[in-house]
């Protein structure tokens, strides 16, 4: 099973989320020879369910997901994660897991794919790998943020970004710190050599919500903020989930 936040975007879902499945699938069938059973996936967020419920699209909750492979007659699941951090959408998915568990034989939930030093160090550097350093133009990853030990590993992920050496990489979070407000000042301090920003999500899938925070009209939102600030803004739209560092990341934590 892969459970991730889920996102009502279709484009989202087929640039970030569907190559992100295929491949933790396939690497979960190339060390389960023989496995016949079919890999099923599960939106955590009720919202994106509902929402795509009134647009026809059928989303499956943890629970209904667990409840149809007992159905089926599955004892053994292996569960992978899109979510970034142990956040509450995590609590939550785990929570399923747990209550489901006594029904299975063997029910495994992996870890989420920024679980520690390692992880913000792999992560940071597919980040950067993304972004070639350009004259004139800062970098600004972008995460959601969370609370608790969401919240400490996002501040992992912004220490690794930091030892990278490239000073265009900047870091920030939606909610969390550092905020729209220091990212500014930061990119104050580099003025008049900055003139461009590129912001990037830390997002697996950047859906409506993100995108209107990140990027939206709003005079609020991170490009608007930016573009006052008399700096041109560009938006990477793809989230992490088409990436294979990402990948390779989630398939180590389900088979590691």
């Given at each position: 099973m892969i459970a991730g936040y889920?996102?009502?975007?279709?484009?989202?879902?087929?640039r970030d989320l569907e190559p992100f499945a295929r491949a933790?699938?396939?690497?979960?069938?190339?060390?389960?020879?023989g496995c016949g059973a079919a890999a099923v996936e599960a939106y955590v967020s009720d919202p994106v369910r509902a929402k795509l419920a009134r647009g026809g699209v059928s989303a499956l909750s943890v629970d209904d997901a667990l409840a149809g492979l007992h159905a089926q007659g599955c004892t053994e699941v292996?569960?992978?994660?899109s979510l970034i951090v142990a956040g509450e959408s995590f609590a939550r998915l785990a929570e399923a897991a747990c209550r489901w568990a006594p029904r299975f034989e063997r029910l495994h939930l992996a870890r989420p794919l920024l679980d520690g030093p390692r992880d913000a160090r792999v992560l940071a550097a597919a980040l950067?790998?993304?972004c070639e350093a350009c004259a004139g133009r800062v970098v600004v990853c972008i995460a959601h943020g969370a609370a608790?030990?969401?919240?400490?590993?996002?501040?992992l992920?912004?220490?690794a970004l930091a030892g990278l050496g490239r000073a265009d990489v900047l870091f920030g979070q939606m909610h969390g710190a550092p905020g729209l407000d220091e990212v500014l000042a930061q990119v104050a301090a580099g003025a008049p050599s900055v003139r461009s920003a590129l912001l990037v999500p830390v997002m697996v899938a950047c859906g409506a919500h993100a995108a209107r925070e990140i990027a939206g009209a709003d005079e609020a939102s991170w490009a608007s903020r930016l573009r006052a600030a008399g700096i041109e803004v560009a938006v990477a739209r793809a989230g992490l989930g088409s990436m294979s560092?990402?990948?390779?990341?989630?398939?180590?934590h389900l088979l590691g």
């Open positions: 889920g996102t009502a975007s279709a484009a989202a879902r087929e933790v699938e396939g690497a979960w069938r190339r060390a389960h020879p292996d569960i992978a994660t950067a790998d993304r608790g030990a969401g919240e400490r590993a996002y501040a992920l912004g220490e560092a990402v990948q390779r990341l989630a398939v180590e």
